[in-house]
């Protein structure tokens, strides 16, 4: 039997007191003359002896026995053994450790390293110990086969060693992806075990709130398996990021200045180039600046945490994208619909297209104006159905298999030309709302009263499937333009032409931005600057063998292996005619430095272990503490104290009063 508070044990010479009231009998002292007695000689007292002075031993029992119990009861005992300290001295423990971009903040890693150095010499008995380092992705640093395998001696020293050898890194923190990669590490090493032992993940991070989760939704977790926290706190909190901003003139960038929720400073200073900036950022609050001309490199100074303060800026150059179009006309047939579709998607600041004769050549663009045969439906709706969007051109009533297999309708619909009563069709009832038309959200653009439909054709609205949505309609009623998703893609199908025998739709000022519109999700992007963050893979192209890194060195590229660079700055490749750069930056939801704190996890299910202090470390003597606390909470024996003493008491006070409550007399008292 131990007591978490023994200090109250204490309370146990208490016992003393009832005692002391039993002992404490004496001999009537006053005496009463009384008539027939006044002759009779007065009997000396006879000394009343120790013994003899203890009557009602069963109450006096009793009342000792309750303030014992009393005392026990506050001194909260528990039974140890069991599984508390056995089970403890075989615990696995995997050191799950963050070594993402926040972590250079000033005196963080120091802080981590030290904290993971505690956690190895904690470790006690037959338990064993694991290090997994977490950024973009988790790294097994030390294993329990390694530590195993290590000399008993040599194992603490061994682990720390490799503590020893790690930095953080520039990459962005997958935290939930660590935290799955440490739970299975223990469910293998649990796989031979008879009786699970206990297991836990000791998560050493500043546990910042852009830290991503998504890989522990709906995550399943080792039954013996507890999440412990030890964050990491910065000694300063005034922090600034700077990250691209979105510019309508690509030769005048634009960037943007965050200031962290809990500054405790809002003026800082932008430098471009040689010229430097003032900048005034109220904690909590944003500010884009437009700069004056293109620039490889913007910095910003004022705060304590310089790791988020450079923003590298490439070049805008054009962005090489492969075009299809399936049609019958000759691309330089000026009343064919491939010759403007060719001028549109021509080269320019944002696009170096490159048009192909196969869907084998995995175009990002695709346009259809032609029946198509049933093996070229087949490869065309596969594409579509991994992501990717087309325009489909009804130029005859010829092409409703095509419509029909693209589509997914269960028979071929009929098309019919329009009757032509009129000189031409307006368009009406536009669905700009619609992600097709993103690009005329603005009330400005929204104007089609110029565009004459000359030609067009009639489908049924009744066979269209379900998930169709008009976009446009004709002003006679017919629908002009209807959007179809085709799995992760669409097929925007267009009930006329586009060149000047079917419609004016080529010749109008909307037909760029229509089609940049239509193919936003794969097209070049216009006001969106051109950047890469830490660890993504660059867009590099089989001919580009070359590859410069930021600090002048120059690396042979493999063909068949991404490239993913680890630090920031701007990289540059070429295959000995086309040199091309990218910006590339440390990743924004790095500079989201607000503690994430435990709440966010369990919500996700992980299962946090609340009974351990997150800002101190654990040492031998906490652990044992902790094991006591546990124990006793878990036994709870106090409780059943309380029943037991308020049996005694019902007792004690029954007893006495079949007593009494005082002692009889002794013989020979004086009267």
């Not at 009343?48 to 009793?62: A, F, H, V, Y």
């Not at 010759?339 to 004769?357: N, Q």
């Not at 007792?651 to 009267?671: D, F, K, N, S, Y």
Request: hydrophobic share 40%; aromatic share 6%; glycine share 6%.
């Amino acid at each position: 039997m131990n007591f978490l508070v023994p200090l109250y044990l204490a309370g146990a010479l208490a016992v003393a007191i009832p005692i002391y009231l039993h002992l404490r009998r004496r001999p009537p002292r006053d005496s009463v003359d009384f008539s027939s007695l006044m002759f009779l000689e007065p009997t000396k007292h006879q000394p009343i002896k120790r013994q003899s002075q203890l009557e009602n031993i069963p109450l006096l029992i009793l009342r000792c026995l309750a303030l014992l119990l009393l005392a026990a009861m506050f001194a909260r005992p528990f039974m140890p053994g069991g599984d508390s300290e056995g089970d403890e001295g075989r615990m696995r423990t995997v050191i799950l450790l963050d070594t993402s971009a926040s972590m250079q903040r000033e005196g963080l890693w120091k802080d981590a390293s030290e904290r993971t150095k505690e956690v190895i010499s904690t470790i006690d008995g037959e338990g064993a110990v694991a290090i997994i380092t977490v950024d973009r992705a988790p790294r097994i640093v030390t294993s329990f086969g390694d530590w195993e395998s290590a000399d008993v001696a040599q194992r603490k020293e061994i682990a720390k060693a490799a503590v020893e050898t790690l930095k953080p890194s520039w990459q962005g923190s997958n935290l939930g992806a660590g935290l799955i990669a440490a739970a299975e590490m223990v469910a293998d090493a649990s796989t031979d075990d008879e009786t699970p032992r206990p297991a836990r993940i000791v998560v050493i991070s500043d546990l910042q709130s852009g830290a991503a989760l998504d890989a522990v939704a709906d995550a399943s977790w080792p039954s013996n398996l507890k999440v412990e926290l030890a964050p990491i706190e910065a000694r300063e909190v005034t922090n600034v990021t700077i990250a691209v901003a979105a510019s309508t003139d690509p030769d005048k960038p634009a960037v943007r200045l965050r200031n962290d929720p809990a500054s405790e400073e809002s003026r800082f200073r932008l430098k471009v180039g040689d010229q430097t900036i003032a900048a005034v950022v109220p904690a909590g609050e944003s500010r884009v600046f437009q700069l004056e001309e293109p620039i490889s490199e913007v910095s910003v100074t004022g705060d304590q945490h310089h790791f988020d303060n450079r923003l590298f800026l490439a070049p805008r150059e054009p962005a090489l994208v492969k075009l299809l179009f399936l049609g019958d006309d000759k691309p330089d047939d000026s009343n064919g619909p491939e010759y403007y579709y060719r001028r549109a998607l021509a080269l320019s600041k944002v696009m170096h297209p490159r048009f192909v004769k196969s869907l084998d050549d995995d175009p990002a663009l695709l346009a259809i104006a032609r029946p198509l045969t049933g093996a070229e439906i087949n490869a065309v709706r596969r594409t579509l159905q991994e992501g990717r969007d087309a325009i489909l051109l009804i130029t005859s009533t010829t092409m409703d298999r095509t419509l029909a297999g693209l589509a997914g309708m269960s028979a071929a619909p009929t098309l019919r030309d329009h009757d032509h009563d009129r000189r031409y069709a307006l368009l009406e009832e536009i669905d700009f709302e619609h992600p097709t038309l993103r690009e005329f959200r603005d009330p400005r653009w929204r104007d089609f009263t110029e565009v004459h439909f000359w030609k067009y054709h009639i489908l049924e609205e009744a066979v269209l499937p379900e998930s169709a949505t008009i976009v446009a309609r004709f002003d006679t009623g017919d629908p002009a333009w209807i959007a179809i998703p085709v799995g992760q893609g669409s097929l925007l199908v267009m009930m006329s032409g586009w060149h000047p025998r079917d419609s004016q739709l080529s010749l109008s000022s909307k037909f760029l931005p229509l089609l940049f519109s239509i193919y936003s999700d794969h097209g070049p992007q216009v006001s969106g600057a051109r950047q890469f963050f830490v660890g993504d893979p660059l867009p590099i192209e089989n001919d580009e063998e070359k590859l410069t890194l930021p600090d002048g060195k120059t690396e042979s590229l493999d063909p068949a292996e991404p490239y993913r660079p680890e630090h920031p700055g701007i990289y540059r490749v070429s295959n000995g005619e086309r040199h091309r750069s990218f910006a590339v930056n440390l990743r924004p939801s790095e500079s989201e430095l607000t503690p994430l704190g435990s709440e966010p996890l369990a919500a996700l299910g992980v299962p946090i272990d609340r009974k351990t202090a997150p800002d101190t470390a654990v040492s031998a003597d906490s652990k044992r503490k902790l094991r006591s606390s546990e124990a006793e909470s878990r036994q709870n024996l106090w409780r059943w104290s309380v029943v037991v003493l308020l049996a005694m008491l019902v007792a004690e006070a029954w007893l006495a009063t079949r007593t009494g409550g005082t002692a009889t007399q002794p013989e020979g008292a004086v009267i």
